[in-house]
């Protein structure tokens, strides 16, 4: 009679050995791919299209709407306008700035246009916020105007290392406005907001 005893299955040893690879790798994939960094980018390219995307609703506006009025206040050299979430006129500055969250489209946003007057429709069904939008406006879409010479300035603030000044796809310092720190958009981004 042949009793050899045959083993099956890992010993604790060798399922000790996978685990510590296994976690050594975790650790390396984390270090290398920096999640927070990835969700920093994500928000920056969500940035970078809603400016985008504003800055052509407000050109088509201006194109063609008969009577733009780029500020429903009628006050717009003298004001801006930013996307900040909390209590309106909540931060202060010169010239005076306008805190609002509301995202309509009517003129009652926080982009003072009544896109509703554009033949045809608004391509916005709501204006964009800042993905983080605090109740400050470090991270807040910002907006000023000239309404004798129809143009605007948009701005939003990069988080990422990637997209900020200096980084490797910098937006902020080749935008063609006056803030090297500050990603401009519009059709006149040296409008100094």
Known sequence: MNNQYQKKGFTLVELLIVIGILAVLAT???LVLNPAELF???RDTKRINDLEALRSAVSLYLSTVSSPDMDAAGSCAANYWGSVAGAAENFTGSPAQHANVATAIDGTGWLPIDFTQIPG???LSSLPTDPLNPDTATQAYTYRCDNTAKTFELNANMES???AQGGSDDVESTDGGDQVGIYEGGNDPGLNL
């Open 161 to 163: 290392t990637r997209y």
């Open 28 to 30: 390396a994939t984390v």
């Open 40 to 42: 920093r980018q994500a």
């Open 121 to 123: 429709g608004s391509p």
